[in-house]
C-alpha cells in the first residue's frame, strides 16, 4: 500500500478509484493502468485531476531444475537468481542457498522467494534423494593360512568397489600369517548411491600334527602300517 498526500500543487483535497481507500492505494490484485483522481476540497477554485498508475502482475520465476542426488552426496549450490529474479531458498536441508541431501529420502519440497524488491511471486519445486543401499556381501567362508591368495570380487549385489583391510591387496585376500576373524570392508565407487560394507573372513591357523613313535626298526624286519591319521 502506498500512501497519497492530501495537498496537491498548493491544494487540498483527496483521492479516489480503483484500488484507492482513505487516501492510500493497495495494488494487490490490480494489473495495467490505473487511473486514479483527485478531487480538491470544496471552495478552493479548483477542478479534479488525475493521474495513471501502472500496476505489473508479478509473476512466478521459472526454477532450474534440480538434479537427483544420493542422501550421500555433497551439499549444493542453489542459484539465487531465477529466471531473472533474485531471491532465496528454503526447505528441508536448506541452509544458506545450498541443499543437503544427508539424511533426507525421496520427493524434496523446495520454495524460492524472491526478494522484496522484486516484483515476482514465491514459486517452489522438487528434488529427488535416493537412500543409499548397502550392498549384499559374499560369504567367503573359512580358509587355511596356507591356502593360496583368495580372489575378491570387485562387484557385490550389483554394486562395483574395491577391498581394504589386513591382508588385502588389489582385490585379494592373502590368508598368510592370519589367524581367527579377519575383517574386511568393500568400498563402492562413487556414483553409485551406496554404503560401506564389510564381512569376515576366518582364517584357521595351520597345527603340525604329533607323530606316532615307531620305535627302532632292521632293515630285514617286515614293512610296518603307518597310520593316516
Known amino acids: 500500500t502506498i500512501n497519497f498526500t492530501t495537498t496537491e500543487d498548493g491544494i487540498v483535497g483527496s483521492w479516489s478509484g480503483t484500488g484507492g481507500s482513505g487516501n492510500s492505494f493497495d495494488p494487490a490484485g490490480q494489473s495495467g493502468n490505473i487511473t486514479l483522481t483527485f478531487s480538491p476540497s470544496a471552495g478552493q477554485c479548483a477542478n479534479d485531476n488525475t493521474t495513471t498508475v501502472s500496476v505489473t502482475t508479478a509473476a512466478s520465476p521459472a526454477l ?58 514465491s514459486n517452489a519445486t522438487d528434488i529427488e534423494v535416493s537412500q543409499a543401499v548397502n550392498p549384499v556381501l559374499d560369504n567367503f567362508g573359512a580358509i587355511c593360512e596356507q591356502d593360496p591368495v583368495l580372489n575378491l570380487p570387485a562387484t557385490q549385489d550389483g554394486i562395483d568397489g574395491s577391498w581394504s ?51 627302532d626298526l632292521c632293515e630285514d624286519a617286515n614293512s610296518i602300517s603307518l597310520p593316516m591319521t
Open 64 to 121: 532450474d531444475n534440480l538434479p537427483n542426488l544420493c542422501q550421500l552426496d555433497a551439499a549444493i549450490a542453489l542459484s539465487t537468481t531465477q529466471d531473472g529474479v533474485d531471491g532465496t531458498w528454503s526447505g528441508p536441508g536448506v541452509n544458506n542457498n545450498e541443499f543437503n541431501p544427508a539424511g533426507l529420502n525421496g520427493t524434496i519440497n523446495l520454495t524460492f522467494t524472491p526478494d522484496a524488491s522484486e516484483c515476482a511471486l
Open 165 to 215: 583391510g589386513p591382508g588385502v591387496s588389489g582385490n585379494t585376500f592373502d590368508p598368510s600369517g592370519a589367524n581367527g576373524l579377519v575383517a574386511i570392508t568393500f568400498t563402492p565407487n562413487v556414483g553409485q548411491c551406496a554404503n560401506n560394507n564389510s564381512t569376515n573372513i576366518t582364517v584357521n591357523q595351520a597345527v603340525t600334527p604329533n607323530l606316532d613313535s615307531f620305535g
